[in-house]
């Protein structure tokens, strides 16, 4: 679509009440960011009450009508998804506003490919739209879904706001401190008891955006206006609370109070017991019905997992073993979860895997073929597999005749684990029961017994591939060596899940490659490079640090690399960097390597803290170079297993990213409004 143009979504799809909005953009040095809010409007084109606005602080709507899903791993762009149930939209509300802001106004024009694009309750694309003229713009409205004639329609508008988050929302009539840089004492009310905007505020009034062809209804002119209706005078109430654009302070669980057992062989009893499982067919069974029991009892995680699957926000009900007819033979899904709303039902059949087991791709052909007769909207598979964009894990055949569309979707333990994290340590549910309820199927998804534990096997090209880089016989278009990238990335996706939830921030691989380039392209290369220096690299973008971390597993000397690279200050002088940085690194290990980078191709000095503490000075070049930052790295030797061993590879690179992240960089400072670009950050040749 083009700016300023509209179009109605029946006329897209006959399933378009149920709507997912992506929002993508992408970086050239990888960590570029934005957040999407939403904001429904009345017909005067202002919010109904600051309770319309969601955003990272208000994520939800009560009703199911908004959701923000967050960000999802998409090759070269960051995609941040909305989920839209149309038929849950109160009807006073007449627009639906789709919008991102970067933060402490960052300029949009720092970033490439900002597009948006919109699914049906099918998952298929139905419209796209995409920004090309962003330059200093620090939030942009994407696009509105607005009533029309009983009708819900899109308008492309693009128009952008130099004032950031706080100017866009002040726009719709929110009031907003935009306090960004405050003290971290500083609180932010929760989403349920957000106020309302003062009453003696003086909001602008809301012109229409640029290029919108219809204009919300205004009294004739030259008609008079309604007589003025008396009202009873009253005490003017206390100021109502501002709305606070800093993200919400979380306070993670207190630890658990002494025990009371006698001895360590004592064990505190469980809900959900797994010590007992014995077979795979046990592990799947009880597996399933764990999750799927607690998923119906915990509203907020139920809707987690299925909304970005097209699942409308409703009433739902969960099965274990039910037996569906299909030729001959019955078959019975390990699972189906059913929602209903409005008197309709979203039912989708689950299948499930553990214990590094994988998926049949005739099996799940079976249930999809069974859906799609039935009239089934989903086929999910689950497994400690993690799913990769151009790389199935099952091929399935869709008959193209059938006018029913089924869609496959796929759930890694990983991700389960790390939605059940963000809800319980971060986010927070509405009971307090909930909240034990989700903790306890965290302790069955962490026991070792039950089979749930994530990606944890290189594949059986991870061995050859190792050999054959050690005896320098792997050569460049071996099949294996794309394996063995596809099971890194996979890796890196888990990586960055796990410790997503512990932080409770955004935490994404960034992925380069030239614009257009396609995912399997992508992986071939990256094999080829493999195959030609036996390193395998990737990056991490953790939300509010100052770069890029990078991790580079040489598989020819056994070592992995964690590092990272920070910008040199805008003022003072050298010396006060250097000492700085060595007052940061206090309590950093003391074999943190440590190499100033310099302008150009000139290499900077370098050495271990333990070296450099006493002697900061010894950072500075020699040379008159100019200093653009600080290259900061640890070393440890890989495992050399398929990581089923405490010293396995996949173990090695989980522990070398923990204790980067915990002992260097949580102690460097956050990342300043001028610096929203780092001096790069690909793993340094070593």
Same mark, same amino acid.
């Given at each position: 679509?083009?700016?300023?143009?509209?179009?109605?979504?029946?006329?897209?799809?006959?399933?378009?009440?149920?709507?997912?909005?992506?929002?993508?953009?992408?970086?050239?040095?990888?960590?570029?960011?934005?957040?999407?809010?939403?904001?429904?409007?009345?017909?005067?084109?202002?919010?109904?009450?600051?309770?319309?606005?969601?955003?990272?602080? =208000?994520?939800?709507?009560?009703?199911?009508?908004?959701?923000?899903?967050?960000?999802?791993?998409?090759?070269?762009?960051?995609?941040?998804?909305?989920?839209?149930?149309?038929?849950?939209?109160?009807?006073?509300?007449?627009?639906?506003?789709?919008?991102?802001?970067?933060?402490?106004?960052?300029?949009?024009?720092?970033?490439?490919?900002?597009?948006?694009?919109?699914?049906?309750?099918?998952?298929?694309?139905?419209?796209?739209?995409?920004?090309?003229?962003?330059?200093?713009?620090?939030?942009?409205?994407?696009?509105?879904?607005?009533?029309?004639?009983?009708?819900?329609?899109?308008?492309?508008?693009?128009?952008?706001?130099?004032?950031?988050?706080?100017?866009?929302?002040?726009?719709?009539?929110?009031?907003?401190?935009?306090?960004?840089?405050?003290?971290?004492?500083?609180?932010?009310?929760?989403?349920?008891?957000?106020?309302?905007?003062?009453?003696?505020?003086?909001?602008?009034?809301?012109?229409?955006?640029?290029?919108?062809?219809?204009?919300?209804?205004?009294?004739?002119?030259?008609?008079?206006?309604?007589?003025?209706?008396?009202?009873?005078?009253?005490?003017?109430?206390?100021?109502?609370?501002?709305?606070?654009?800093?993200?919400?302070?979380?306070?993670?669980?207190?630890?658990?109070?002494?025990?009371?057992?006698?001895?360590?062989?004592?064990?505190?009893?469980?809900?959900?017991?797994?010590?007992?499982?014995?077979?795979?067919?046990?592990?799947?069974?009880?597996?399933?019905?764990?999750?799927?029991?607690?998923?119906?009892?915990?509203?907020?995680?139920?809707?987690?997992?299925?909304?970005?699957?097209?699942?409308?926000?409703?009433?739902?009900?969960?099965?274990?073993?039910?037996?569906?007819?299909?030729?001959?033979?019955?078959?019975?899904?390990?699972?189906?979860?059913?929602?209903?709303?409005?008197?309709?039902?979203?039912?989708?059949?689950?299948?499930?895997?553990? =214990?590094?087991?994988?998926?049949?791709?005739?099996?799940?052909?079976?249930?999809? =073929?069974? $859906?799609?007769?039935?009239?089934?909207?989903?086929?999910?598979?689950?497994?400690?597999?993690?799913?990769?964009?151009?790389?199935?894990?099952?091929?399935?055949?869709?008959?193209?005749?059938?006018?029913?569309?089924?869609?496959?979707?796929?759930?890694?333990?990983?991700?389960?684990?790390?939605?059940?994290?963000?809800?319980?340590?971060?986010?927070?549910?509405?009971?307090?029961?909930?909240?034990?309820?989700?903790?306890?199927?965290?302790?069955?998804?962490?026991?070792?017994?039950?089979?749930?534990?994530?990606?944890?096997?290189?594949?059986? $090209?991870?061995?050859?591939?190792?050999?054959?880089?050690?005896?320098?016989?792997?050569?460049?278009?071996?099949?294996?060596?794309?394996?063995?990238?596809?099971?890194?990335?996979?890796?890196?996706?888990?990586?960055?899940?796990?410790?997503?939830?512990?932080?409770?921030?955004?935490?994404?691989?960034?992925?380069?490659?030239?614009?257009?380039?396609?995912?399997?392209?992508?992986?071939?290369?990256?094999?080829?490079?493999?195959?030609?220096?036996?390193?395998?690299?990737?990056?991490?973008?953790?939300?509010?640090?100052?770069?890029?971390?990078?991790?580079?597993?040489?598989?020819?000397?056994?070592?992995?690399?964690? &590092?990272?690279?920070?910008?040199?200050?805008?003022?003072?002088?050298?010396?006060?960097?250097?000492?700085?940085?060595?007052?940061?690194? &206090?309590?950093?290990?003391?074999?943190?390597?440590?190499?100033?980078?310099?302008?150009?191709?000139?290499?900077?000095?370098?050495?271990?803290?333990?070296?450099?503490?006493?002697?900061?000075? $010894?950072?500075?070049?020699?040379?008159?170079?100019?200093?653009?930052?600080?290259?900061?790295?640890?070393?440890?030797?890989?495992?050399?297993?398929?990581? =089923?061993?405490?010293?396995?590879?996949?173990?090695?690179?989980?522990?070398?990213?923990?204790?980067?992240?915990?002992?260097?960089?949580?102690?460097?400072?956050?990342?300043?409004?001028?610096?929203?670009?780092?001096?790069?950050?690909?793993?340094?040749?070593?």
């Amino acid at each position: 679509m083009i700016k300023g143009a509209n179009v109605g979504l029946s006329a897209l799809s006959d399933n378009a009440e149920s709507i997912v909005v992506s929002l993508g953009w992408s970086s050239p040095d990888g960590d570029g960011d934005a957040d999407v809010s939403v904001l429904l409007l009345g017909e005067n084109g202002k919010v109904r009450s600051n309770e319309d606005f969601f955003f990272y602080n =208000n994520p939800a709507a009560a009703d199911g009508s908004v959701q923000l899903l967050g960000q999802t791993p998409s090759e070269n762009v960051n995609e941040d998804r909305i989920q839209l149930d149309l038929s849950a939209v109160p009807t006073g509300v007449g627009r639906v506003v789709v919008s991102a802001s970067r933060h402490q106004r960052a300029e949009f024009g720092q970033l490439e490919n900002l597009r948006l694009t919109l699914c049906d309750a099918d998952g298929e694309g139905i419209l796209g739209f995409s920004i090309t003229d962003a330059k200093t713009e620090s939030a942009f409205v994407f696009g509105e879904i607005y009533r029309r004639e009983g009708e819900w329609k899109f308008r492309a508008v693009g128009q952008g706001y130099d004032t950031g988050l706080a100017g866009l929302a002040t726009d719709f009539g929110i009031e907003i401190d935009e306090d960004d840089d405050q003290e971290a004492d500083t609180l932010t009310p929760p989403a349920d008891t957000l106020a309302e905007p003062s009453g003696t505020s003086a909001a602008p009034e809301n012109s229409r955006m640029p290029g919108t062809a219809e204009t919300a209804a205004q009294p004739p002119a030259g008609k008079a206006s309604a007589p003025a209706v008396p009202v009873e005078t009253v005490t003017p109430a206390a100021p109502a609370r501002r709305l606070r654009t800093a993200k919400r302070k979380v306070t993670l669980p207190k630890e658990p109070k002494k025990s009371l057992a006698e001895n360590d062989t004592w064990r505190a009893a469980r809900l959900f017991p797994a010590a007992s499982l014995k077979s795979d067919r046990e592990r799947e069974a009880r597996a399933t019905s764990v999750l799927l029991s607690v998923m119906a009892q915990v509203p907020e995680f139920g809707r987690r997992l299925t909304a970005g699957f097209g699942a409308p926000s409703g009433r739902m009900e969960t099965f274990t073993e039910v037996s569906l007819p299909h030729g001959e033979t019955p078959k019975r899904p390990d699972g189906v979860i059913r929602v209903e709303r409005a008197g309709k039902l979203w039912t989708a059949l689950v299948e499930t895997k553990t =214990n590094g087991n994988p998926l049949k791709g005739e099996q799940i052909q079976d249930y999809m =073929n069974i $859906a799609a007769r039935r009239g089934y909207e989903a086929v999910i598979t689950l497994s400690n597999d993690v799913a990769l964009e151009g790389s199935p894990l099952v091929n399935v055949k869709i008959d193209g005749r059938r006018k029913h569309k089924v869609a496959l979707r796929h759930l890694s333990w990983a991700e389960v684990a790390h939605q059940a994290h963000m809800l319980i340590r971060h986010e927070g549910v509405r009971q307090e029961p909930h909240a034990w309820l989700l903790q306890e199927f965290l302790h069955y998804l962490q026991h070792e017994n039950s089979g749930c534990h994530g990606f944890q096997n290189m594949g059986p $090209a991870w061995v050859p591939v190792r050999k054959g880089i050690d005896e320098e016989t792997l050569c460049q278009g071996d099949e294996r060596a794309t394996q063995v990238v596809e099971s890194w990335e996979r890796l890196i996706r888990q990586v960055c899940l796990r410790l997503g939830g512990e932080l409770g921030d955004k935490v994404m691989p960034v992925q380069r490659a030239k614009r257009g380039t396609d995912p399997h392209s992508r992986r071939l290369e990256l094999a080829d490079r493999l195959c030609q220096d036996g390193r395998l690299n990737a990056e991490i973008r953790i939300d509010g640090t100052v770069g890029v971390l990078a991790v580079t597993a040489d598989l020819r000397t056994g070592r992995l690399r964690t &590092s990272i690279e920070i910008p040199a200050p805008e003022q003072g002088y050298p010396l006060a960097w250097a000492k700085r940085l060595m007052k940061l690194l &206090s309590e950093a290990p003391a074999d943190l390597h440590v190499q100033t980078l310099l302008d150009g191709t000139i290499a900077g000095p370098r050495g271990t803290l333990e070296k450099l503490r006493p002697e900061p000075g $010894a950072l500075l070049p020699k040379e008159s170079a100019q200093i653009t930052g600080f290259r900061l790295s640890l070393s440890k030797s890989t495992g050399s297993t398929r990581g =089923n061993a405490e010293s396995g590879f996949i173990r090695s690179v989980d522990a070398a990213v923990d204790h980067f992240h915990s002992t260097v960089v949580t102690h460097l400072p956050k990342p300043g409004p001028s610096r929203q670009k780092t001096t790069g950050a690909s793993p340094a040749p070593h």
